[in-house]
């Protein structure tokens, strides 16, 4: 009985240490990624979230991918860049605005007449000209998992309504980004740059009288409560977008064994970077919805409307091409590359 007794505990203390081993095994690659919205948000529980259940997946339970929102690691929205950069975290989510001058090459996509209403055709042009080496130049020190645009930037407007760029006239818009700032100018409005998570109170206290953002914000940031009207153009057009990436630290990347990586590309391929697209139309659409059961007026602008914005919008291009070109990228065969990408991609795929 005793050597019985013996061997039970023997097998009993071999299945722990063989149970705990492939626990460890389970979660041999730990990582944190780091994002500006809320919990709640879409871009978490709708892109985000899967994303990294499908890598985890892929990797047969050997990855685990940490999600931290509203900037609970610390800092600000525009210091997320440097925070993957230098390895303080893994992973990140963010805009690629944040930081101007940064992305110089990506930023051709947020132009309006660049991106006018189609999110996925604009993803799926970014991956073709990320892969190509178009505009894969824009990032050093990071491996990008995938890029994506939102909806588009449509105008919110606490009080007053918008039909014609003269109605903009005295007003201060907010923008995250310098492309979107040149928009606001051009329409003759002044542009206030500021993290998304600041706009509510900037909106409550009067600091912006609207902002440029898509639909899809509005649920997450009660955007519903601080304004009146949301004005887009005719056919969902916008005034331009915001780019943003999903990056990991370049020497994390590099460490990781082959097979690991396969786990993060199997989970990160073309298909994914327009499902990306799909996700942020329909976000965009549940956004409205939203503000129009509050009691908001969802306005969209006529034909000729749209196209008074669109002809004061021109010089944005012609402003972007020149600053760019200045600095060495040849701007005008960008735009010529990324609108023929996105046209190359408009039935969506």
């Given amino acids: 009985m005793t050597m019985t007794r013996g061997w039970r505990a023997a097998l009993a203390a071999c299945v722990l240490t063989l149970g705990g081993g492939t626990a460890a095994l389970a979660q041999e690659f730990t990582f944190k990624l780091h994002h500006l919205l809320p919990a709640q948000a879409p871009a978490q529980t709708k892109m985000l979230e899967p994303w990294a259940r499908a890598v985890e997946a892929n990797s047969g339970g050997r990855v685990k991918i940490e999600i931290y929102p509203a900037m609970t690691l610390g800092g600000r929205p525009p210091e997320l860049i440097n925070q993957v950069r230098d390895g303080v975290v893994d992973i990140v989510w963010t805009v690629n605005g944040y930081t101007p001058g940064l992305f110089p090459r990506t930023e051709v996509f947020e132009l309006p007449t660049v991106y006018t209403n189609d999110p996925v055709a604009a993803n799926l042009a970014l991956y073709d000209l990320y892969q190509d080496g178009t505009i894969s130049g824009d990032y050093a020190g990071v491996e990008p998992m995938f890029l994506h645009v939102h909806a588009g930037q449509a105008l919110h407007m606490r009080d007053k309504l918008v ?17 979107g700032a ?36 509005i649920p997450p940031l009660k955007i519903q409560d601080q304004t009146q009207y949301q004005i887009e153009g005719a056919n969902e057009w916008r005034f331009g977008t915001t780019t943003f990436q999903v990056s990991m630290n370049k020497a994390r990347w590099e460490g990781l064994p082959d097979d690991i990586k396969k786990a993060f590309r199997d989970a990160s391929g073309p298909e994914w970077w327009a499902e990306v697209g799909r996700i942020w139309r329909a976000n965009d659409d549940g956004g409205i919805g939203v503000a129009v059961k509050a009691g908001n007026e969802h306005i969209q602008l006529t034909e000729a409307e749209t196209q008074a914005f669109a002809d004061a919008l021109v010089p944005v291009v012609d402003r972007w091409v020149a600053d760019v070109t200045s600095k060495g990228i040849d701007g005008a065969a960008l735009v010529e590359a990324a609108r023929a990408a996105v046209a190359k991609h408009a039935d969506g795929s």
């Avoid at 039909?163 to 492309?179: F, I």
């Avoid at 329409?187 to 109170?201: F, T």
Wanted: negative net charge.
């Fill in 163 to 179: 039909r014609s760029p003269a109605d903009l006239a005295g007003t201060t818009l907010r923008t995250p980004t310098r492309t």
């Fill in 182 to 217: 040149w928009v606001i100018e051009a329409l003759g409005s002044s542009p206030a740059s500021m993290p998304v998570p600041e706009l509510p109170p900037a909106l409550q206290k009067g600091v912006v009288d609207g902002a440029l953002i898509p639909w899809e914000i």
